[in-house]
């Protein structure tokens, strides 16, 4: 080593973050300590749903950021970013304290959108994935009513089709769940075969789609569905994500991210860095998808290293098609690598073991 070149504060402990602080030897042989702020407990979205409808147990998807970051060598400070000094080159906690950088990197993932609907009161979000942790206790109380529930689920994508067949097959046949698109069809993003199985399946659950309509507003109790308002016992709202609104307060982004160049870094700020949901990619859009992030992190080390040596920046080259498995309870899933299309429970095999490796590697 030769001598000590600078110091990266990773902020967010996202899957690109995970695997930098696995490498943090890399970049310490090159003169480059790391220290990460982020909270304590990292959730791992791909088993967000069956942990949330009460099918997985909660641990099996929960990292510990504090044990992973200290086996590595690597200070980290439990809490969240809240303020950015560009030309002072520092980061706020949101204890007041600062961190000084040579480089920093962004890696915080992204939050539900809302608003339209406009929401009122406590309504359960998909992200961050907190929201999704209490809803295991709602669904939980819910399974031991007198009367059988009703629960709405607005959003036709991939996680308002996982939410709604793993909420249904927590609270069985009797419960009344329905699924609220505004398109005609559920999955827009996906091939058509992907979403003549995913209704298909959420029918043989007793799940009643509603398609092509506008839910206006909604609330702990109740909602707005083209002017009518229907009572329910719970509302779920998976409407899509986007990026930290802290991101924008910080003068880095807006709702699509930081915006970044193939080489990670903002293209006004070179010691800037962002990756995963939170990174706006100029060279092209890239789906809310935890895998980009998994890939961009090899990227990310040898660019904060060339970064700091002197060297070549790296690019990112992503994948063009990914393989995603909707969990869909009841022991099966939908797996989805275009143009393949499949339901069954080796879909399910398939990704409970690569989830399983991918968690083991960080525990
Ligand atoms: C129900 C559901 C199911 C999904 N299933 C899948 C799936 O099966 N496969 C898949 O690929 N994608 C899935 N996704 C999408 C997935 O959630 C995201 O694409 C993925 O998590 C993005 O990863 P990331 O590394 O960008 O950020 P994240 O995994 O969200 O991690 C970001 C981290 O940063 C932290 N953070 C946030 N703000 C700050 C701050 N200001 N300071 C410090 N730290 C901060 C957060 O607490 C979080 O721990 C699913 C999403 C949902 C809602």
Same mark, same amino acid.
């Given at each position: 080593?030769?001598?000590?070149?600078? /110091?990266?504060?990773? =902020?967010?402990?996202?899957?690109?973050?995970?695997?930098?602080?696995?490498?943090?030897?890399?970049?310490?042989?090159?003169?480059?300590?790391?220290?990460?702020?982020?909270?304590?407990?990292?959730?791992?979205?791909?088993?967000?749903?069956?942990?949330?409808?009460?099918?997985?147990?909660?641990?099996?998807?929960?990292?510990?950021?504090?044990?992973?970051?200290?086996?590595?060598?690597?200070? /980290? /400070?439990?809490?969240?970013?809240?303020?950015?000094?560009?030309?002072?080159?520092?980061?706020?906690?949101?204890?007041?304290?600062?961190?000084?950088?040579?480089?920093?990197?962004?890696?915080?993932?992204?939050?539900?959108?809302?608003?339209?609907?406009?929401?009122?009161?406590?309504?359960?979000?998909?992200?961050?994935?907190?929201?999704?942790?209490?809803?295991?206790?709602?669904?939980?109380?819910?399974?031991?009513? %007198?009367?059988?529930?009703?629960?709405?689920?607005?959003?036709?994508?991939?996680?308002?089709?996982? $939410?709604?067949?793993?909420?249904?097959?927590?609270?069985? %046949?009797?419960?009344?769940?329905?699924?609220?698109?505004?398109?005609?069809?559920?999955?827009?993003?996906?091939?058509?075969?992907?979403?003549?199985?995913?209704?298909?399946?959420?029918?043989?659950?007793?799940?009643?789609?509603?398609?092509?309509?506008?839910?206006?507003?909604?609330?702990?109790?109740?909602?707005?569905?083209?002017?009518?308002?229907?009572?329910?016992?719970?509302?779920?709202?998976?409407?899509?994500?986007?990026?930290?609104?802290?991101?924008?307060?910080?003068?880095?982004?807006?709702?699509?991210?930081?915006?970044?160049?193939?080489?990670?870094? /903002?293209?006004?700020?070179?010691?800037?860095?962002?990756?995963?949901?939170?990174?706006?990619?100029?060279?092209?859009?890239?789906?809310?998808?935890?895998?980009?992030?998994?890939?961009?992190?090899?990227?990310?080390?040898?660019?904060?290293?060339?970064?700091?040596?002197?060297?070549?920046?790296?690019?990112?080259?992503?994948?063009?098609?990914?393989?995603? =498995?909707?969990?869909?309870?009841?022991?099966?899933?939908?797996?989805?690598?275009?143009? $393949? =299309?499949?339901?069954?429970?080796?879909?399910?095999?398939?990704?409970?073991?690569?989830?399983?490796?991918?968690?083991?590697?960080?525990?």
């Amino acid at each position: 080593m030769s001598g000590r070149r600078g /110091h990266v504060v990773l =902020v967010g402990a996202g899957h690109a973050h995970l695997e930098v602080l696995r490498r943090a030897d890399d970049l310490r042989a090159a003169g480059v300590e790391l220290s990460v702020i982020a909270p304590g407990t990292f959730r791992y979205s791909g088993l967000a749903s069956p942990i949330a409808a009460g099918l997985v147990a909660e641990s099996e998807g929960t990292i510990d950021v504090a044990a992973l970051a200290a086996r590595h060598g690597v200070t /980290h /400070h439990d809490g969240l970013v809240d303020a950015i000094d560009l030309p002072g080159r520092g980061v706020r906690a949101d204890d007041g304290s600062w961190y000084p950088y040579t480089a920093v990197s962004f890696n915080v993932g992204s939050v539900s959108r809302t608003g339209p609907p406009a929401v009122a009161g406590e309504v359960t979000v998909t992200k961050p994935l907190t929201g999704l942790a209490r809803l295991r206790s709602r669904l939980a109380e819910l399974s031991g009513a %007198p009367r059988p529930s009703r629960v709405a689920v607005v959003g036709g994508g991939a996680s308002g089709v996982e $939410l709604a067949a793993t909420i249904a097959v927590r609270l069985g %046949p009797d419960a009344e769940v329905s699924l609220y698109g505004r398109g005609p069809r559920l999955l827009t993003a996906a091939p058509a075969r992907a979403a003549r199985l995913a209704a298909a399946a959420l029918a043989e659950r007793g799940i009643h789609l509603v398609g092509g309509v506008s839910v206006d507003a909604v609330a702990a109790d109740h909602l707005e569905v083209d002017g009518q308002l229907q009572s329910v016992d719970l509302v779920v709202l998976a409407t899509g994500l986007v990026a930290p609104p802290v991101l924008a307060e910080l003068g880095l982004g807006g709702a699509r991210g930081i915006p970044t160049l193939a080489t990670l870094q /903002h293209p006004g700020h070179p010691e800037v860095f962002a990756v995963g949901d939170g990174a706006h990619f100029l060279p092209r859009p890239l789906p809310n998808l935890g895998v980009y992030g998994v890939r961009a992190a090899p990227v990310l080390v040898a660019g904060l290293r060339a970064l700091h040596t002197g060297g070549r920046q790296p690019v990112f080259r992503p994948q063009r098609r990914s393989l995603q =498995v909707l969990e869909l309870g009841a022991g099966e899933a939908l797996g989805i690598r275009d143009p $393949l =299309v499949w339901r069954g429970r080796s879909a399910l095999l398939l990704k409970r073991r690569i989830d399983r490796r991918w968690l083991e590697r960080y525990r």
